[in-house]
């Protein structure tokens, strides 16, 4: 990843963490925020998140299903100091969601001028896609634990 581009999604980054921070939504650090499937989200990052993402997480196991964050152990993110936006920005806390949605609007249009400005696209998707997606060493199953994740994927 570009310098440049880099150190402008960490403002962007800079910019929510404080304007989340300014909310103070409630985080009961239950860890439901990265099992998706079961409490009903799905995490969309940009690519360059997600390149910015894997230039430092740890090794992940693929293919990474849609249910829940390959980042996440006993309930903590091995990946938080680079968590993409939707990482940053959301919390359980009811009283808070529409001050995160707003803060998510205007984080994600922020996000989308430095895709024109570094004409990078806007290739906007799924965690698990762009994860599934990315070359970069990784964790292979077996075919046998790749079947096993296969069907619980469609569960």
């Known amino acids: 990843m570009k310098p440049d581009l880099r150190l402008k999604v960490l403002e962007v980054y800079a910019a929510v963490d404080v304007a ?5 939504p409630r985080c009961d650090a239950s860890g439901r925020c990265c099992r998706f499937t079961e409490y009903g989200h799905t995490l969309f990052l940009s ?15 693929q293919p990474v299903s849609r249910d829940f964050c390959p980042f996440q152990a006993e309930g903590l993110c091995t990946a938080r100091d680079s968590r993409p936006l939707g990482c940053r920005i959301y919390f ?4 808070y969601q529409d001050k995160q949605n707003a803060i998510t609007e205007v984080a994600v249009a922020k996000l989308k001028v430095i895709a024109d400005e570094f004409d990078t696209g806007w290739n906007y998707a799924p965690l698990h896609v762009l994860l599934n997606a990315a070359e970069r060493p990784s964790v292979q199953l077996s075919s046998a634990s790749r079947e096993s994740r296969i069907a619980l994927d469609v569960l």
């Open 20 to 24: 989340v921070a300014a909310e103070a």
């Open 47 to 61: 690519q360059f998140e997600a390149d910015l993402l894997l230039e430092t997480a740890p090794a992940y196991t």
């Open 92 to 95: 359980c806390d009811a009283s």
